[in-house]
């Protein structure tokens, strides 16, 4: 298995361009998250999935679209780039069952630029 | 709503020494309490995690972790720590939405 798998490694973008951040996962995980990690902050969720066709808010969901097709991809759209989404996105996928205390796995980030 | 506060930015500790990394968190309900690590340019690793029973629990690479629901505590500790171990290290609450709140983080330097 691959897990969970992000593309690209690293953007530049300019101000008020467009992109979809890729996150896919083999492991047929029903919740998938985003979230941005900036420096003294942590990581905060943008959006989250808990199953196909189903997305909500995060606690910094403003500047961002996703969808869920289907269950394995969960891409991440910033619609108009600003700098103040400069970041290192991470996507997150796991078991979604009567418990929230799966663990959640994590793929390696995005590392993000607006210029 | 909740959320988690790690009050060390960063800790520098000798190899071989013990370490212990606090975690405060705020949760109305009992909480799902979690500590990831991240090594440098990497993503996140589960630790351990706890939501009941035994308060002490015990991780992967040789962590531990004990709840304190009096203080609202969940420190993590290790008692001999290895230059491997240098990295940042995030504590989380979990909540019934399925929502992760994670603490700012603390850096662990390892010296020789």
Not at chain 1, 62 to 87: M, W
Request: overall charge neutral; charged content about 15%; glycine content about 8%.
């Amino acid at each position: 298995n691959a897990g969970v798998t992000q593309t690209p490694k690293f953007q530049v973008l300019k101000t008020g361009q467009s992109m979809t951040l890729q996150c896919a996962q083999d492991m047929n995980h029903e919740y998938m998250s985003w979230y941005r990690q900036d420096p003294g902050m942590g990581l905060r969720l943008i959006h989250y999935s808990v199953g196909a066709g189903i997305t909500d808010q995060g606690e910094v969901p403003n500047g961002y679209n996703v969808s869920r097709s289907t269950t394995e991809d969960f891409p991440l759209r910033l619609l108009s780039a600003a700098p103040s989404q400069t970041s290192v996105y991470f996507c997150a996928s796991s078991y979604r069952t009567s418990s929230p205390y799966n663990e959640q796995f994590f793929g390696p980030g995005t590392r993000l630029t607006v210029l | 709503a909740q959320s988690v506060t790690q009050p060390d930015i960063h800790i520098t500790v000798s190899e071989g020494a013990s370490l212990e990394l606090r975690c405060n968190y705020s949760y109305g309900a009992t909480p799902y309490l979690f500590w990831y690590v991240q090594s440098p340019g990497q993503g996140l690793q589960l630790l351990l995690k706890y939501f009941s029973g035994d308060t002490l629990v015990q991780g992967i690479k040789g962590f531990e972790a004990e709840f304190k629901r009096s203080q609202s505590s969940f420190n993590l500790r290790k008692p001999s720590v290895h230059w491997s171990d240098a990295a940042e290290y995030f504590c989380a609450v979990g909540s019934n939405d399925y929502k992760l709140s994670f603490g700012a983080g603390t850096t662990v330097t390892v010296r020789a």
